[in-house]
């Protein structure tokens, strides 16, 4: 299973762009990569998802180096509303063993201030 | 509207007592999960389900029971043997079954206290 490092917390201002990364150095072939936003006492909900090289959609952009080794979440400027943990997740490939195990890596603590 | 179910929001257990958390969801998804989150930290997989009837442990599957009779009813039975209950439980499901593409879709939670 890919195992997930992202950094434990970030601060920010209002306006400004994050850019959060996660490594994830034995990713398989198959793996996506999927990102999400989580507020206190809530369920995470989705943000992002991609395989290689750039995803945007209407809230953020994924970043995804040729290696596939690590990826970064970039939020463009973020809101006071942007406050959240956010989680990188790396599923397993389809038809292993562990085939449905999503396993959760500790999130990055987003602070935005005014 | 479609989505998942937790009932209830909020749960108290006296010691020695197994308690049961409710997941239903209506989005027509084979696979189904359930997560514990202590404060301050990330999400752990409890049990997780991808076909009716069927249903695989997590990481930390001790002291909890599951059962998958519906596709769209995950129930988490924690029972007494789980000696530190309290967290927050969060059930989850995806589409697709065992793909490389799986977004997961959360409910709202269950806060699990001990009296």
């Known amino acids: 299973l890919a195992k997930t490092t992202q950094p434990i917390s970030m601060d920010s201002y209002e306006g400004q762009e994050v850019n959060i990364t996660c490594s994830h150095n034995n990713i398989a072939t198959n793996d996506y990569i999927t990102w999400y936003q989580q507020f206190p006492s809530q369920g995470p909900r989705f943000i992002i998802q991609?395989?290689?090289t750039k995803v945007t959609n209407e809230v953020a952009s994924l970043f995804i180096p040729a290696d596939r080794k690590s990826s970064t979440l970039s939020l463009p400027r973020v809101s006071l509303s942007d406050t959240a943990v956010y989680y990188c997740?790396?599923?397993?490939?389809?038809?292993?063993?562990?085939?449905?195990?999503?396993?959760f890596g500790q999130g990055t603590t987003l602070q935005v201030k005014p | 509207d479609g989505g998942i179910t937790q009932s209830p929001k909020y749960l108290f257990r006296k010691e020695g007592q197994n308690v049961t958390l409710s997941c239903e969801q209506n989005l027509n998804h084979d696979a189904m999960y359930w997560y514990r989150q202590d404060p301050g930290q990330g999400l752990r997989l409890i049990y997780y389900s991808q076909i009716v009837n069927d249903f695989q442990k997590g990481d930390i599957a001790e002291g909890y029971s599951v059962s998958r009779e519906k596709k769209e009813s995950f129930p988490l039975t924690v029972t007494s043997a789980q000696k530190n209950p309290t967290a927050f439980y969060l059930c989850?499901?995806?589409?697709?079954?065992?793909?490389?593409?799986?977004?997961?879709?959360f409910g709202s939670g269950t806060q699990l206290s001990v009296l």
């Open positions: 989850a499901s995806s589409q697709t079954r065992g793909t490389t593409n799986e977004k997961l879709f």
């Open positions: 991609g395989y290689k």
């Open positions: 997740l790396v599923a397993p490939a389809g038809g292993s063993s562990n085939t449905g195990k999503l396993i």
